[in-house]
Nanobody
Framework: QVRLVESGGGLVQTGGSLMLSCAAS????????TAWYRQAPGKQREFVAT???????SYTDSVKGRFTISRDNAQSMVYLQMNSLKPEDTAVYYC?????????WGQGTQVTVSS
């Protein structure tokens, strides 16, 4: 079992920055990749960024050059640095951990970008 707890969301103006954190506990050595997803009101949950155990990262096109995903060496923390935020980035952001058997999800953290 893996438990994920997100933090760092909040209200920010257009062009501002936020850093989200995801703390993982439990069977963290089973995790081979961690990702951030987001869900805006009335929309489906969408992929934002992912980072593998080997530190290979990838991003959805809309956040490339603005967001950076990173993790600590022990893999217990994953971060999402979000710069140049736009109103369309407003969503609940979820941390996701992938293991061989299943995915795990956090409870989400709200990010609101005001125009």
């Amino acid at each position: 079992q893996v438990r994920l707890v997100e933090s760092g969301g909040g209200l920010v103006q257009t062009g501002g920055s936020l850093m989200l954190s995801c703390a993982a506990s439990g069977d963290i050595f089973d995790i081979y990749a961690t990702a951030w997803y987001r869900q805006a009101p009335g929309k489906q949950r969408e992929f934002v960024a992912t980072i593998t155990r080997g530190n290979t990262d990838s991003y959805t096109d809309s956040v490339k050059g603005r967001f950076t995903i990173s993790r600590d060496n022990a893999q217990s923390m994953v971060y999402l640095q979000m710069n140049s935020l736009k109103p369309e980035d407003t969503a609940v952001y979820y941390c996701n951990a992938k293991t061989k058997n299943r995915d795990y999800w956090g409870q989400g953290t709200q990010v609101t970008v005001s125009s």
